[in-house]
């Protein structure tokens, strides 16, 4: 079956420091890869996606995700971290091929940015 | 910007009342979907569109309907309201293309008593 891991339900990370949030993912060929971020009492919004090309993808707010092939997985990464990214971060996959059309999301992890 | 949004934002009804949450986008999205967002649970896909009239079961569909007669809204409907449909539900559309991202309305937080 196929299935998109989270495996932090949180994730604290003083300002200024890296953070990552962790993302695998168990789908056939090579899917498509996103992530979502839910700012408190909003809906969500779209930050980044993987398509093809270069492994590092450049999102939205600083935020960046790397593709590797060969662990199966799409962390999401920034360098230097703010109060003001503390939300609810999801990981989705989307196969390239076949008759689904829908996302497949992973159960999300809170980040909290301490100042 | 593509804006997606959603009738209301909090609703109060009552055990066996039915139901809508309307949703509209403005971008001529083919694509359009209904989750509801529970903690712990994530996202779980309720229903979706794919074009005008045309519907698609999601993952638990159960207890719900939904309706789509013009390209920009897609509503869902609760035939009869139980307390376990309290929830946050979240509208979403999204042109057509396997890569391309969904775009989200605000939420509805929906209480049933």
């Known amino acids: 079956a196929q299935s998109v891991a989270q495996p932090e339900d949180q994730v604290?990370?003083?300002?200024g420091n890296?953070?990552?949030?962790?993302?695998t993912y168990s789908v056939s060929g090579n899917p498509y890869l996103f992530w979502y971020v839910q700012y408190p009492n909003r809906g969500l919004q779209f930050l980044l996606k993987y398509i093809t090309g270069d492994n590092l993808v450049k999102g939205s707010y600083g935020f960046e995700a790397e593709f590797n092939?060969?662990?199966?997985?799409?962390h999401l990464k920034k360098p230097s971290?703010?109060?003001?990214?503390?939300?609810?971060?999801?990981?989705?996959?989307?196969?390239?091929?076949g008759n689904n059309r829908k996302l497949i999301w992973g159960l999300g992890t809170?980040?909290?940015?301490?100042? | 910007d593509v804006k997606v949004t959603q009738s209301s934002r909090y609703l109060v009804k009552r055990t066996g009342e039915k139901v809508f949450l309307?949703?509209?986008q403005?971008?001529?999205?083919?694509?359009?979907?209904?989750?509801?967002?529970d903690p712990g649970l994530g996202l779980r896909l309720i229903y979706f569109s794919y074009d005008v009239k045309m519907k698609e079961k999601?993952?638990?569909?159960?207890?719900?309907?939904?309706?789509?007669?013009?390209?920009?809204?897609?509503?869902?409907?609760l035939e009869s309201a139980s307390t376990n449909q309290t929830s946050m539900y979240l509208c979403a559309s999204r042109t057509s293309g396997r890569a391309n991202e969904q775009f989200f309305g605000p939420g509805t937080r929906l209480t049933v008593l």
């Open chain 2, 58 to 77: 999601g993952d638990i569909p159960e207890g719900y309907s939904v309706s789509r007669e013009k390209k920009e809204r897609f509503s869902l409907i």
């Open chain 1, 110 to 115: 809170s980040l909290a940015v301490n100042p």
């Open chain 1, 18 to 23: 890296p953070l990552t949030v962790k993302c």
């Open chain 1, 12 to 15: 604290n990370v003083a300002e």
């Open chain 1, 69 to 74: 092939k060969s662990q199966t997985s799409f």
């Open chain 2, 22 to 24: 309307e949703c509209v």
């Open chain 2, 26 to 37: 403005d971008m001529d999205h083919e694509n359009m979907f209904w989750y509801r967002q």
């Open chain 1, 81 to 97: 971290a703010l109060v003001s990214d503390s939300a609810l971060y999801f990981c989705a996959v989307r196969d390239r091929a």
